[in-house]
Every structure is written in structure tokens, then in C-alpha cells.
């Protein structure tokens, strides 16, 4: 797993258990090590589950007014996406695996598995829609994104497409 921080600073995720921790410059500032210990990172809930060896976490500072719930879609520059606002159709990079507090610091996946024991999905791709995450793909104005498609009821695969301008 490759944990990416945009501000430099060693994740909370991180440790040396085969993770690789790389800031924003391309920067290895964690060595790597046996993988075998670490298999799963949780959000301070243990509700949602992300799969170690086939995904990709990123650290992300939120710069939003009010704090970012678990499982939004995040942009670059930190701040909840919205599918209604076309400025967010290129800057969505991954979903909040945890609710992430006014100017810290937090965990967003942006490819891998992803689950939660109350989803319902059925099969099919997951949309952005608004600022939710939704199996309705926006239809009228802002853009679509894909952000995965469900595996099970209780399963996303989280692979970002490029934005549709609607």
C-alpha cells in the first residue's frame, strides 16, 4: 500500500509493515518491510474496511469550513466534491475512509476495495452525485463521475473515470 501525504508529513496509517509513505513530491519517507502484519486500515469507527494489498490511500488536508464525512468524495485541494460544480469534475481524487476534521489531516482511497456493513448496493457503478455517493448518476447540470463499481451489497471497488460535463 502506498500512503501519499500532500503535506510531507508521515501518515497515521504508516508503519513498518510493508507500508510505502510518499509526500507530495515523490519523496519515500518510510521504508518498507514485511507486509504480512498489516492487512486491513480502519477509520476510527472500524466501520469501514480497506483492502492493504490492492489499494491506494492517500493523506489529504481538509480545507473546508466544516469537517468532511466519512466516505465523501475528496478533491486535491481538500475539499468536499460536488458533482453540481463543474470547477470539482477534474479535481475528485478519491473517498474519505474516515470523517476528517477542519484543517487536519485524514485518510482518502483512490483505488482499491472498499466496504461498509451498511451499504445496499446492488451491482453496478457508484456515481458521485451531488456531494453523496449514489448508484443514480447525476443527469441535468455539473458533471458524472464514476467512482467505482459495487462488488456485493456491501462492496466497492473504488476506480475513479474521467468526468462526463453535463
Request: glycine residues 8%.
Amino acid at each position: 500500500m502506498n500512503i501519499i501525504d500532500n503535506t510531507g508529513r508521515r501518515s497515521n496509517a504508516a508503519n513498518d509493515h510493508g507500508v510505502k509513505v510518499i509526500n507530495n513530491v515523490g519523496t519515500e519517507l518510510l521504508s518498507s518491510a514485511d507486509n504480512d502484519m498489516l492487512k486491513s486500515v480502519y477509520d476510527t469507527n472500524n466501520n469501514a474496511r480497506v483492502d492493504v494489498a490492492e489499494s491506494i490511500v492517500i493523506n489529504i488536508v481538509n480545507t473546508e469550513a466544516i469537517p468532511i464525512p466519512i466516505y465523501s468524495c475528496v478533491t486535491s485541494d481538500g475539499k468536499i466534491g460536488d458533482s453540481d460544480n463543474v470547477t470539482h469534475s477534474h479535481k475528485v481524487i478519491g473517498i474519505s475512509i474516515e470523517t476528517i476534521a477542519v484543517g487536519a489531516s485524514g485518510k482518502v482511497i483512490v483505488y482499491g476495495l472498499l466496504s461498509n456493513v451498511s451499504w445496499t448496493w446492488s451491482n453496478g457503478d457508484i456515481f458521485l452525485n451531488g456531494t453523496a455517493l449514489s448508484q443514480t448518476s447525476p443527469d441535468i447540470t455539473g458533471f458524472s463521475k464514476s467512482v467505482g463499481k459495487a462488488q456485493s451489497e456491501n462492496k466497492m471497488i473504488v476506480n475513479l473515470e474521467e468526468s462526463i460535463i453535463l
